[in-house]
Nanobody, 124 residues
Framework: QFQLVESGGGLVQPGGSLRLSCLAS????????IGWFRQAPGKGREGVSF????????SYADSVKGRFTISRDNAKNAVFLQMNSLTPEDTGVYYC?????????????????WGQGTQVTVSS
């Protein structure tokens, strides 16, 4: 059974950091594009970052560029999202997703498997 499980969310003060993890079971993440998405209260889900299956190239939404870093650890079958300099605007539920598109993008429709999400709250 294909499953993605996110962890690492929580409550953090503005300016703080969190490291989200996305662990896979039932399939090998190395062969998938992995995206991180988030949904803020009252808003639609948006793309945050992705890492491609082919050469591990990465991309970031403008709102997180320079603050967030996506990486993968194939030995652990996991992908991580390091989030620094967090602001209240980063609050939301963060989801990881896996897809097999030839060219990785942040289009949600190209991701087949989704985790249940982990809550990130940035507040003083």
């Amino acid at each position: 059974q294909f499953q993605l499980v996110e962890s690492g969310g929580g409550l953090v003060q503005p300016g703080g950091s969190l490291r989200l993890s996305c662990l896979a079971s039932g399939f090998t993440l190395e062969y998938y594009n992995i995206g991180w998405f988030r949904q803020a209260p009252g808003k639609g889900r948006e793309g945050v970052s992705f890492i491609s299956k082919s050469n591990s190239s990465t991309s970031y939404a403008d709102s997180v560029k320079g603050r967030f870093t996506i990486s993968r650890d194939n030995a652990k079958n996991a992908v991580f999202l390091q989030m620094n300099s967090l602001t209240p605007e980063d609050t939301g539920v963060y989801y990881c997703a896996a897809g097999r598109a030839t060219i990785a993008t942040m289009k949600q429709v190209e991701y087949t498997y989704w985790g249940q999400g982990t809550q990130v709250t940035v507040s003083s």
